[in-house]
């Protein structure tokens, strides 16, 4: 066809516009409505890191900043959800309850509809109330709860017209770190780490958010595996530094929004309680290991955008949450000291019958995601999170339970089933 041909069709397009009542096509998928909002949360000043008990003072600098970021989506009917993510050990029971409060009285927001999600970088502030250190934990627990109200304000005022899909891959790097129990006990393999027979979960859940031009604005993925490739000590020009540093997960979210200019991308933890990054540390003398988080972190960004290019499927219907409580009672075999039962959050985030978020708190064995994908999942992606909305400690599966262990507080043998069974009874209830 003649250009003058093409001309004549482009001009005749442009007066059909022109004409009263005549509007341009408008995509039918921008069903929901999506804001996002970033903050940095590095601590202003040098303090005391979280993780590893073997450091013997506080933090000398940034190797990377740390951040909380926020994702509102609203449905057709005006249901409203916001997810949390941050570059943190754990999410302290005190700041949910202080946020969930204060979200509720501001934007009318459920608490069944606000979800915390920790990183559970070993590389960020400690900010737990510690002995001689309580003004610290005090100011920071401030400042973070300042900064994750305004994000949560900022994103929820940014809604606009937005298409959600889901998607799903693989990535590899992590490996159970719990012993070899197919072993022998007195095989010295047994005992050591990791354990390329142990149980693990490789899948990387994608949520796509779309707005209304052909870029992203925020993805939210999700994978199994501690935030330990740093030791506790990194190095920076072969001197020891104690930096503060998003570990993989920050590098992944970093290495995805570099690529994608206006892209926001939040990473949930999933259960990963007894999985670690390999290689990790100094295992290989000539990698560094900030070199390692580096290069795990891209391995991730890398699996998310192959999911991107994958089988992607639209997300649809309404958005329906749930969050209560589960009483996990503790065996106190020691008579001289009694540990109380602790009530538990089980959250529930259901995207229609296409997408579903399950949130559990602390720090969740990985048998529990491996159940529930498999129970829950249908047609649907599922998101299994631990270290979400509390950070009460190592949550076994009866499994690990029985084999006793590091991740194995002494729990009551009910733990696995009543937690499950919380998980179900939500699910069933929101599928109404």
């Known amino acids: 066809m003649k250009t003058t041909a093409w001309l004549t069709i482009f001009v005749c397009w442009m007066a059909v516009l022109a004409v009263p009542g005549i509007a341009a096509p408008v995509d039918t998928n921008l069903v929901w409505k999506a804001g996002v909002a970033s903050v940095v949360i590095t601590p202003r000043t040098n303090m005391w890191m979280a993780g590893y008990a073997a450091r013997?003072?506080?933090?000398?600098?940034?190797?990377?900043?740390?951040?909380?970021?926020?994702?509102?989506?609203?449905?057709?009917?005006?249901?409203?959800?916001?997810?949390?993510?941050?570059?943190?050990?754990?999410?302290?029971?005190?700041?949910?309850?202080?946020?969930?409060?204060?979200v509720e009285e501001r934007h009318k927001l459920p608490p069944s509809y606000l979800l915390l999600n920790a990183s559970h970088t070993h590389c960020?502030?400690?900010?737990?109330?510690?002995?001689?250190?309580?003004?610290?934990?005090?100011?920071?627990?401030?400042?973070?709860?300042?900064?994750l109200l305004r994000i949560i304000g900022e994103a929820l005022s940014r809604l606009q017209p937005a298409k959600l899909q889901k998607a799903h891959a693989r990535c590899g790097f992590a490996m159970n770190r719990r012993?070899?129990?197919?072993?022998?006990?007195?095989?010295?393999?047994?005992?050591?780490?990791?354990?390329?027979?142990?149980?693990?979960?490789?899948?990387?859940?994608?949520?796509?958010?779309?707005?209304?031009?052909t870029n992203l604005i925020a993805v939210l993925f999700s994978y199994a595996c501690h935030n330990t490739t740093l030791s506790a000590v990194?190095?920076?020009?072969?001197?020891?530094?104690?930096?503060?540093?998003?570990?993989?997960?920050?590098?992944?979210?970093e290495t995805l929004q570099a690529g994608r200019p206006g892209l926001?991308?939040?990473?949930?933890?999933?259960?990963?309680?007894?999985?670690?990054?390999?290689?990790?540390?100094f295992m290989i003398p000539y990698v560094k290991p900030l070199e390692?988080?580096?290069?795990?972190?891209?391995?991730?960004?890398?699996?998310?955008?192959?999911?991107?290019?994958?089988?992607?499927?639209?997300?649809?219907?309404?958005v329906r949450a749930a969050l209560e409580y589960v009483t996990l009672e503790r065996e106190n075999k020691d008579s001289k000291k009694e540990t109380p039962s602790r009530q538990y959050p089980v959250q529930v985030i259901r995207f229609g019958d296409d997408l579903t978020i399950v949130a559990l708190g602390s720090e969740v064995v990985v048998d529990y995601s491996l159940r529930l994908k498999r129970d829950l999942s249908g047609?649907?992606?599922?998101?299994?999170?631990?270290?979400?909305?509390?950070?009460?400690?190592?949550i076994p599966s009866l499994r690990v339970l029985k084999e006793g262990g590091y991740e194995a507080p002494d729990?009551?043998?009910?733990?696995?089933?009543?937690i499950v069974t919380k998980v179900h009874e939500l699910h069933d209830r929101l599928s109404q």
Do not use: W
């Open 56 to 102: 013997k003072k506080p933090s000398d600098g940034i190797a990377q900043d740390l951040f909380a970021k926020a994702l509102a989506l609203e449905d057709e009917k005006g249901s409203r959800v916001v997810i949390v993510t941050m570059d943190l050990i754990g999410v302290l029971q005190s700041v949910r309850q202080s946020v969930e409060k204060k």
């Open 124 to 147: 960020g502030p400690e900010y737990r109330p510690r002995s001689g250190r309580e003004q610290e934990s005090t100011d920071y627990q401030a400042f973070l709860e300042e900064r």
């Open 179 to 213: 012993r070899n129990y197919l072993l022998p006990a007195d095989d010295p393999n047994s005992k050591k780490a990791p354990n390329p027979d142990g149980f693990v979960d490789h899948d990387v859940p994608v949520l796509m958010v779309q707005g209304t031009g």
């Open 234 to 253: 990194s190095m920076t020009n072969n001197i020891p530094r104690y930096e503060f540093t998003g570990d993989y997960a920050g590098y992944a979210q």
């Open 264 to 281: 926001t991308a939040m990473f949930l933890n999933g259960c990963s309680a007894d999985q670690n990054p390999y290689p990790r540390h």
């Open 292 to 318: 390692f988080a580096q290069h795990h972190g891209r391995t991730l960004a890398y699996s998310v955008e192959a999911a991107m290019a994958a089988h992607v499927r639209p997300v649809r219907g309404s």
């Open 379 to 394: 047609k649907a992606i599922v998101f299994v999170a631990g270290y979400s909305n509390d950070y009460p400690g190592y």
């Open 411 to 418: 729990y009551k043998p009910v733990i696995e089933d009543r």
